[in-house]
């Protein structure tokens, strides 16, 4: 018989130990992320189902800090879509595209939106953050020698992939034009440079200046790189983005998207010049070997950007929302950063505090909004990032805003001491 020999060695790693530290870590910092558990009711949004984690009963809350900003994610005709290609085609895609194959789904989808920017190709990847990690990654490496110019405040996708390349890149002060251009004046001319940035910028709610970044991608040689994540679907008249409300897509080579926000369903993409688009398709390891998103999604998202390319109505009642929550908040002179986009990010100013309004505005007024902290957002800066979709009615955002103005005004010392 085989007799095993147990030695028991001293100073082994201890990992159980190890993950509570990192656990613990952020607790103490005050940084540890809980979830609300929410259920979303189709045709019943902003309303969702709210299941307190105490074990208290669910009951019905009003959502205020989604992306699904024009309501889209419940509209009949991305839900008819997707439910049409769930029954006609199944759940799951079965492989990547090249092990699966192509289906009619994903070349209707990436015609559509090469459409929607006029440009020559897209292509779909899993998530927003992938495409943009992919593509990034991929056109640093493949040019030779690149630089980066990167905003200081891009979302961590643009970060992860300008790491991924090992590209050298350099950081602009946010939006700042003369910074941007100080940079790509010091740089040698001759080398492959890309200036990655975003349109709207969702936690401080402002917008870039597209067209003077364009100006110096073309003074300095640069490709242009934008985000337009928060944007398409919401801004310009066919959806097409804050470049395409101001006339400026043909001026920018690369457009990124997500269906995940105002498309309401999940996926990003990436369009601009064939052979751009191909080489990202060719090299792209997180496209290359990762399934392919299922046909329902493809098409609830094709649907969802086809329809927004000709109804403006959802545009039109989140903007008319968005004025509105911001008027009201004008009139009592609460504190939010004001900017052109139609997010609202409401500052408390400090992390606990930030905790405590969000959680009141739960336990009290049955409204969600969550608090956002450090690292997302500077320290001093907390806030609540309050977005009016297409589906608030004028009657939700008169409540929110006297919820908001009596707590300011009964928590005033609290609120405003920090602030
Ligand atoms: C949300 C977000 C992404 C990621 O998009 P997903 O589709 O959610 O993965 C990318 N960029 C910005 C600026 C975002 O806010």
Excluded at 60 to 72: A, F, P, Q, R
Excluded at 212 to 222: F, K, P, R, T, V
Aim: charge should be negative.
């Amino acid at each position: 018989m085989l007799k095993l020999k147990v030695l028991k060695v001293v100073n082994l790693f201890d990992y159980d130990a190890h993950f509570k530290d990192c656990i613990a870590g952020i607790k103490r910092e005050g940084r540890y992320r809980s979830f609300a558990n929410l259920e979303r009711i189709t045709g019943r949004f902003p309303k969702a189902i709210y299941r307190p984690d105490n074990g208290g009963e669910p009951r019905e809350v009003t959502i205020w800090c989604s992306n699904d900003y024009l309501g889209m994610g419940q509209h009949p005709v991305v839900v008819n879509a997707s439910r049409e290609a769930l029954e006609n085609s199944g759940a799951g895609a079965g492989g990547t595209r090249n092990i699966s194959g192509t289906t009619r789904y994903h070349v209707e989808l990436e015609e559509s939106l090469a459409d929607l920017h006029g440009k020559e190709a897209a292509l779909v990847f899993s998530s927003g953050y992938v495409s943009n990690e992919g593509a990034l990654g991929t056109l640093g490496k493949m040019l030779p020698d690149c630089i980066f110019f990167s905003d200081a405040l891009n979302h961590a996708s643009m970060i992860h992939g300008v790491r991924d390349s090992k590209a050298e890149k350099r950081i602009f002060r946010h939006n700042d034009v003369e910074h941007l251009e100080e940079l790509l004046k010091a740089a040698d001319p001759a080398r492959p440079k890309i200036i990655a940035f975003e349109s709207v910028y969702s936690m401080d709610g402002d917008i870039a200046p597209i067209e003077e970044i364009c100006d110096l991608a073309d003074q300095y040689g640069a490709m242009t790189y934008i985000d337009e994540v928060h944007a398409v679907g919401l801004y310009g008249p066919r959806g097409g983005g804050v470049a395409e409300e101001r006339g400026l897509m043909h001026r920018l080579d690369i457009i990124e998207g997500t269906f995940g926000k105002a498309y309401g369903c999940m996926g990003g993409f990436i369009t601009g010049k064939a052979e751009v688009i191909d080489t990202v398709r060719s090299f792209a390891s997180s496209f290359i070997f990762t399934t392919s998103l299922p046909p329902s999604v493809l098409a609830g998202a094709r649907a969802s950007v086809e329809h927004l390319k000709v109804s403006d109505i959802e545009r039109q009642r989140a903007w008319r929302n968005a004025r509105h929550l911001k008027a009201r908040l004008d009139a009592a002179d609460l504190p939010y950063m004001k900017g052109d986009s139609h997010i609202v990010p409401l500052v408390v100013g400090e992390p606990n505090c930030c905790r405590e309004v969000s959680n009141l505005l739960m336990e009290e007024h049955n409204v969600y909004v969550q608090p956002i902290n450090y690292p997302t957002v500077p320290k001093g800066t907390e806030r609540l990032r309050l977005t009016a979709t297409a589906a608030h009615t004028i009657e939700d955002i008169d409540a929110m805003a006297d919820i908001l103005i009596h707590m300011w005004e009964t928590h005033h010392g609290l609120i405003r001491a920090v602030a």
